[in-house]
T-cell receptor, first 113, second 113 residues
């Protein structure tokens, strides 16, 4: 079945550590890719998106993601995390020919101060 | 981006009763809204696509007679959980679409006792 996979469900990092969250999808064709963040008690917010063009996209709060078409991946990175980055992160794919989103299972990030 | 509200934010109801959840697009006319549900520690699962002025489109496995969706105006979609049972307890989230981006409401937590 076509799906979106996030590699880690829980990640614990110390402040200033680097972050990389993996996301792979299994849809063929042209897809739109998203990373959303859900801070405790808040609604989903868009971190960044990729539709076309430069495969390295920069988002808010110092996050970036790289689209690697050959690997069907869209990994999220941040060079130095902060305690305030503690949240749940969702990768989402908009498959071809539609505007629905398919979400990964989410990764809960806890940053220790 | 679009601003989306949901009401109520939390509701507790008795088994067998019906509950209506509202999703409002506050600053954007939304012809399409999506309804998701999120179980604890799980990802968002798309339930249905709400289309203004026409019938909703339900995802496979979602009972349309149980989850009634009405999208009567460009700013309001409602989800009614009919004859609710404890297994319907979940977090229900709506979103609106603008230029292939989805903007999410804060969610409604439903607890059925």
């Amino acid at each position: 079945a076509q799906s979106v996979s996030q590699h880690n469900h829980h990640v614990i990092l110390s402040e200033a550590a680097s972050l990389e969250l993996g996301c792979n999808y299994s849809y063929g064709g042209t897809v739109n890719l998203f990373w959303y963040v859900q801070y405790p008690g808040q609604h989903l917010q868009l971190l960044l998106k990729y539709f076309s063009g430069d495969p390295l996209v920069k988002g808010i709060k110092g996050f970036e993601a790289e689209f690697i078409k050959s690997k069907f991946s869209f990994n999220l990175r941040k060079p130095s995390v902060q305690w305030s980055d503690t949240a749940e992160y969702f990768c989402a794919v908009m498959p071809p020919y539609g505007n629905k989103l398919v979400f990964g299972a989410g990764t809960i990030l806890r940053v220790k101060s | 981006g679009a601003v989306v509200s949901q009401h109520p934010s939390w509701v507790i109801c008795k088994s067998g009763t019906s509950v209506k959840i509202e999703c409002r697009s506050l600053d954007f006319q939304a012809t399409t809204m999506f309804w998701y549900r999120q179980f604890p520690k799980q990802s968002l699962m798309l339930m249905a696509t709400s289309n203004e002025g026409s019938k909703a489109t339900y995802e496979q496995g979602v009972e349309k007679d149980k989850f009634l969706i009405n999208h009567a105006s460009l700013t309001l979609s409602t989800l009614t959980v009919t004859s609710a049972h404890p297994e319907d307890s979940s977090f229900y989230i709506c979103s609106v679409v603008s230029s292939y981006e989805q903007y999410f409401g804060p969610g409604t937590r439903l607890t059925v006792t």
